[in-house]
């Protein structure tokens, strides 16, 4: 099946469908027993990320299980900090560590854009294997953090509640924090453009920590490196489905986001109110969300309930079923299988 046939791109080329496609961020995580065994067969996380072979494994599993009408390339966003020379681990239970950047000595320890590649090849390889194995219907998606998200963890060293050491760099050096931001957002310009290369049907920007800058900052640091990558992928790939992630942003940064970056499809959190995004959003963009992921753990009626109340919200215009954000852990598989047919019988 040609890509532009596929479920997916058809609803991020503004199609109305009768039944959403549908996938979950974290799809290939924790929750699932089959992903725990080959996350202990590669050593660790980053061990995972690493092995084409079984990462194409761990993505393809929730694929297998339920159906799902997209696959995520299994990797993270934090291997671009990696790739530009950051000390990076995990800590379990904890998340992740890496060695900070808040002076120019840091900064000039870091390496140039273009030359991340040799770290990443084994995300394109990853692509690559997947592109062969992935049912002929499902479309790959691959990703990257937005450039502010990727350096609130690259100047705090882990993530932070707050996101207060990046806000403390923005104000103080505010140069130093340009050029890491400008950094970040050429690296991930040719990161993602080897992912396309590779076989990326559709790409996702995440932008996790959207939601704690304001008015200005958001438009300089979230808006502006946002639109810089989608217009320079778009000078090479112009019918590129590029789907953008500004979490816990304001309805109306939404809208902006949505504007100015051009992006086809727009992730929201739970938080949102469907009603306002289907006035607001879905006359210009595909929406994709916003199912609360506690759900999943919950289960009962009120899964199925917000389920069809979500699809039935959206079922005016451009939709990709998904949740507000990344399933948990402790979420239970029956309880994804019992989602999934809430959306597809309608
Ligand atoms: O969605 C998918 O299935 C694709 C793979 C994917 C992962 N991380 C795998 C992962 C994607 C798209 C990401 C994105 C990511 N990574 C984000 C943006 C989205 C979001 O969650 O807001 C962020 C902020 C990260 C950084 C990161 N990676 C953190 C903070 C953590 C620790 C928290 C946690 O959930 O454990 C990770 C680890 C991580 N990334 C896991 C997975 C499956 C868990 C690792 C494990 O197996 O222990």
Redesign the pocket.
């Known amino acids: 099946m040609k890509t532009e046939d596929k479920l997916l791109l058809r609803a991020l080329r503004g199609e109305t469908l009768p039944v959403p496609p549908i996938w979950m961020?974290?799809?290939?995580?924790?929750y699932l027993p089959e992903y725990k065994a080959t996350?202990a067969q590669a050593g660790d996380?980053l061990s995972l990320c690493y092995n084409p072979d079984l990462a194409t494994e761990v993505t393809l599993q929730p694929i297998r299980r339920f159906g799902f009408d997209a696959a995520?390339?299994?990797?993270?966003?934090?291997l671009v900090p990696q790739a530009l020379g950051a000390d990076l681990w995990?800590v379990t239970g904890e998340?992740?560590r890496l060695s900070t950047v808040t002076t120019p000595a840091d900064f000039a320890k870091l390496g140039s854009a273009k030359d991340i590649h040799e770290t990443l090849s084994p995300i394109y390889q990853t692509i690559r294997n997947l592109r062969e194995s992935l049912p002929a219907d499902v479309p790959l998606i691959g990703?990257a953090?937005s450039p502010w998200?990727v350096a609130t963890y690259m100047i705090a060293g882990q993530?932070t509640p707050d996101q207060g050491p990046a806000h403390a760099l923005m104000k103080e050096n505010t140069a130093l924090f340009e050029k890491l931001i400008d950094l970040i957002t050429e690296a991930t310009i040719q990161y993602l453009s080897k992912q396309v290369e590779a076989g990326a049907e559709v790409v996702k920007l995440?932008d996790?920590w959207a939601g704690s800058l304001d008015g200005l900052s958001y438009a300089k640091y979230c808006i502006r490196p946002t639109a810089k990558i989608v217009s320079r992928l778009r000078e090479r790939w112009p019918d590129l489905a590029i789907i953008g992630f500004p979490?816990g942003a304001a309805p109306d940064g939404y809208a902006a986001y949505a504007k100015h970056t051009e992006v086809d499809g727009l992730a929201i959190g739970g938080e949102m109110d469907a009603a306002w995004a289907v006035e607001n959003l879905q006359p210009f963009v595909c929406v994709q969300g916003n199912l609360d992921q506690t759900l999943l753990v919950e289960g009962g009626p009120r899964l199925v309930s917000e389920t069809k109340r979500i699809v039935k919200a959206f079922s005016g215009g451009p939709h990709i079923f998904n949740l507000g954000?990344?399933i948990t852990p402790d979420a239970d598989p029956d309880n994804v299988k019992r989602m999934i047919d809430a959306v597809r019988e309608g």
């Open positions: 961020m974290r799809q290939a995580g924790r996350r996380f995520i390339l299994f990797a993270d966003i934090l995990f998340g992740p990703f953090g998200t993530g995440f996790s979490r954000h990344g």
